[in-house]
């Protein structure tokens, strides 16, 4: 009896969260996109980072967010954040290139965030 009742559970929370993706608008996947390849690109500079230091190399590291301007149907903007990080060890005299490098690289450098 109980090992049906988790399967029945497990299933109903499968079906639930299926259904809850299919219902998101174009904005909020695309959001939810870029904001999965900031996140990437934030620890890839930061693992990197890391490496480059361990090595004697010295950096300033900068981890902040940026806005993420979502309008909706109705012209109302909605402010998110996604994950922005800087290092001057791989930047080249350039803030945060490193990381706009990544996101263009997953095609996820968009007009919607603001520098």
């Given at each position: ?35 999965a390849a900031a996140h ?75 520098f």
């Amino acid at each position: 009896m109980l090992k049906k009742f988790c399967v029945i559970a497990v299933t109903g929370v499968l079906v639930s969260g299926c259904a809850s993706q299919n219902d998101l608008s174009p904005q909020e996947k695309k959001y939810q996109r870029v904001n999965a390849a900031a996140h990437q690109c934030a620890e890839e500079v930061k693992n990197k980072t890391i490496e480059l230091t361990a090595k004697g190399m010295s950096t300033t590291v900068r981890w902040t967010t940026l806005q993420y301007v979502v309008t909706g149907s109705d012209g109302t903007e909605n402010l998110r954040a996604v994950e922005y990080r800087t290092s001057t060890v791989l930047d080249n005299d350039v803030p945060g290139s490193a990381w706009k490098i990544c996101m263009q690289n997953a095609d996820a450098l968009v007009p919607e965030l603001k520098f």
